[in-house]
């Protein structure tokens, strides 16, 4: 008889925490660490011990630098041709201003960070949802949803998911899209529609189309273009799905903000992802 297994380890409390990052367009000058040199060369005068306190290598070290230095637009660290060792490297003045303003922020931001600790800001029920407004795609159109079933096949799978409102989206993939994605029901994703491959139509009785998803909803906004028009629709539940239809096609149908609406899109036209 097997001995029992050792019960996981507890995990530990979520912390809401933060840091604070220097940035000059899209490079990145660093944070905590690129200061902590700078203050480690200014103490020792030394490159290499001052990379040794940050927790970097000699040549980390002076990649660090030379980026500060190349976006500064001015010299943040001189190299000494005396000093400690027979040589080494000084700070300028407008270095050591970095290092105060930056401890200065990094405070702010402590106090700030405790302030939301205080209030009872919980990161363990947003953590999720912060992923979700983080995720940057391309398309129009983003659905929260959940898999509420997957029906395999030996090349394609049908991915079935509920979105707000308890709407139906049907999405089809391969099988090694599932797997990768480890798809099966529960499992919260993000589907992905692009706006040109949403198809509009007036609901009445007896109407019959071939697309897989049919959510109806009511044109909360009609964006006119020279050639193309935008129709954001409101669904019931607050979803909201954006459709990019010719102008020709927007006159022909006589839409105006307020009508009633059918979204269409075919299942091949759904990319699913998660954020985890």
């Known amino acids: 008889m097997s001995a029992p297994a050792d019960p996981a380890p507890p995990q530990p409390p979520l912390e809401l925490t933060g840091s604070i990052w220097l940035r000059a367009g899209e490079q990145n000058w660093g944070g905590a660490q690129r200061i902590e040199l700078l203050a480690q060369i ?19 070290a002076w990649d660090a630098i030379d980026t500060m230095n190349n976006l500064a637009g001015e010299p943040l660290v001189l190299r000494a041709t005396g000093g400690k060792g027979g040589g080494g490297a000084r700070l300028t003045g407008r270095a050591r201003q ?10 702010a931001h402590q106090r700030f960070m405790q302030q939301l600790a205080e209030q009872g800001v919980s990161p363990a029920g947003d953590i999720d949802l912060v992923k979700r407004l983080m995720f940057k795609t391309s398309a129009r159109n983003r659905l929260l949803g959940t898999v509420a ?15 707000a409102g308890d709407h139906r989206v049907v999405a089809t993939i391969t099988r090694a899209s599932t797997e990768e994605l480890a798809l099966a029901p529960g499992r919260s994703v993000i589907a992905l529609i692009k706006a040109p491959a949403v198809m509009l139509a007036v609901p009445h009785p007896g109407l019959r189309l071939s697309a897989e998803n ?44 307020g009508d009633a609406v059918l979204a269409c899109f075919s299942a091949s036209a759904v990319i699913l992802g998660v954020v985890d």
């Open 98 to 107: 970095l290092i105060t303003t930056f401890r200065a922020l990094a405070a």
């Open 149 to 163: 079933r997957v029906r395999t096949g030996s090349v394609n799978d049908e991915i079935e998911l509920r979105i």
């Open 42 to 60: 200014d103490l020792t005068g030394s490159i290499t011990a001052a990379a040794k306190a940050a927790g970097l290598s000699y040549k980390g």
């Open 214 to 257: 049919q959510i109806e909803g009511r044109i909360a906004l009609l964006r006119a273009g020279a050639v193309n028009d935008e129709v954001v629709i409101d669904v019931p539940g607050g979803a909201t799905l954006v459709a990019v239809v010719t102008r020709e096609s927007t006159q022909a149908m006589g839409l105006a903000e």
